[in-house]
Nanobody, 129 residues
Framework: QVQLVESGGGSVQAGGSLTLSCVIS????????MGWFRKAPEKERGAFAE?????????????NYADSVKGRFTISQDDAQNTLSLQMTNLKPEDTAVYYC?????????????????WGQGTQVTVAS
């Protein structure tokens, strides 16, 4: 059974930095695409589709970012390819959200929530102004 566990959330002042980590276990496929999504507080009661794609990495290591985070966030994967990280710098209050790690057995990537089968439980990031 595939499991994803996020960590690293917290509260910071605007301009600060945080690094989120996602440990994946139980995956036995050949190619794995992974992504980070977020759901802002005002949308917590909304539908699954309201999770915003933040950054993703396909099975070949190609990355993709939302325009709102380009130049500030960096997605990476460790050598063992069982941990996905999201380094977040110059954080803004509008980055406040629950951040979710997601994974899919695929070579390619679509940074939409419907593409991914496996999800973590989420980790809260709060940025104070």
């Amino acid at each position: 059974q595939v499991q994803l566990v996020e960590s690293g959330g917290g509260s910071v002042q605007a301009g600060g930095s945080l690094t989120l980590s996602c440990v994946i276990s139980g995956f036995t496929g050949r190619e794995l695409s992974m992504g980070w999504f977020r759901k802002a507080p005002e949308k917590e009661r909304g539908a699954f589709a309201e999770r915003e794609g933040v950054a993703g990495m396909d099975g070949k290591g190609t990355t993709n970012y939302a325009d709102s985070v380009k130049g500030r966030f960096t997605i990476s994967q460790d050598d063992a390819q069982n941990t996905l990280s999201l380094q977040m710098t110059n954080l803004k209050p509008e980055d406040t959200a629950v951040y979710y790690c997601a994974a899919e057995s695929s070579t390619y990537l679509l940074l939409t929530p419907e593409f991914f089968s496996y999800w973590g439980q989420g980790t809260q990031v709060t940025v104070a102004s």
